[in-house]
């Protein structure tokens, strides 16, 4: 079975400090990766995937991930975040051939000024 | 284009009864995917829907049910709630629902079983 781990349920930072999240993932047959990010009290909205080709994907607000097929890892990287970038972060996959989103736990991205 | 859209957004329910949730995809999207998120249990796949048919199901008890009309709406209904069954639940929709195809989410609808 698929499993996704976000190694830190939270992560402080100071505004326009960089920023890095971490998702290792484990299947035994290829998989899809995204990274959603979900504000409160809304749904989720995908800041990026990667489906093949380049492992450096670049995605929406100034985030990209990059992944590394032999770590099993898509961890997300930011330079410089703000206050606005608060919010809980999901890394997720999808095993080829089936519909449906395997989540991690969430980390919950505290950006303080 | 609108986005995904879901009623009620709030809801408050007893144990024993019976609630019916629903989610209107974005136009000309025909896949639709619901989840249910808890802060136990994280986010967790319910059901997905294409062209009113269930495709793909998650590890939840029968009580746990859907359907999709010919205008891709959805619905879900749990039946017989529990306390364990508050939660937020989220419906997604794809154009076609390939794997590579990126799910857009609605809002959620906000379940509390008292």
């Known amino acids: 079975a698929q499993s996704v781990t976000q190694l830190d349920s939270q992560v402080p930072v100071f505004e326009e400090a960089p920023v890095e999240l971490r998702c290792n993932y484990s299947s035994s047959v290829s998989v899809y990766l995204f990274w959603y990010v979900q504000y409160p009290n809304q749904g989720l909205q995908l800041l990026l995937k990667?489906?093949?080709?380049?492992?450096l994907v670049k995605g929406i607000n100034g985030f990209e991930a990059e992944f590394n097929k032999s770590q099993t890892s898509f961890h997300l990287r930011k330079p410089s975040v703000h206050i606005s970038d608060t919010a809980e972060y999901f890394c997720?996959?999808?095993?080829?051939?089936?519909?449906?989103?395997?989540f991690g736990t969430g980390t919950r991205l505290l950006v303080s000024p | 284009k609108a986005g995904v859209t879901q009623t009620p957004r709030y809801l408050i329910k007893t144990r024993g009864q019976q609630v019916t949730l629903s989610c209107s995809p974005i136009s000309g999207h025909r896949s639709v995917s619901w989840y249910q998120q808890t802060p136990g249990q994280g986010l967790q796949f319910l059901f997905e829907?294409?062209?009113?048919?269930?495709?793909n199901k998650g590890n939840f008890p029968g009580r746990f049910s859907g359907r999709q009309f010919s205008n891709s709406r959805s619905e879900m209904n749990v039946s017989t709630l529990e306390l364990g069954d508050s939660a937020l639940y989220l419906c997604?929709?794809?154009?076609?629902?390939?794997?590579?195809?990126?799910?857009?989410f609605g809002p959620g609808t906000r379940l509390l079983v008292l």
């Open positions: 990667y489906l093949s080709g380049s492992t």
């Open positions: 829907y294409f062209s009113e048919t269930q495709r």
């Open positions: 997604a929709s794809s154009l076609g629902g390939g794997q590579e195809e990126t799910q857009y």
């Open positions: 997720a996959v999808i095993k080829r051939g089936f519909q449906k989103l395997v």
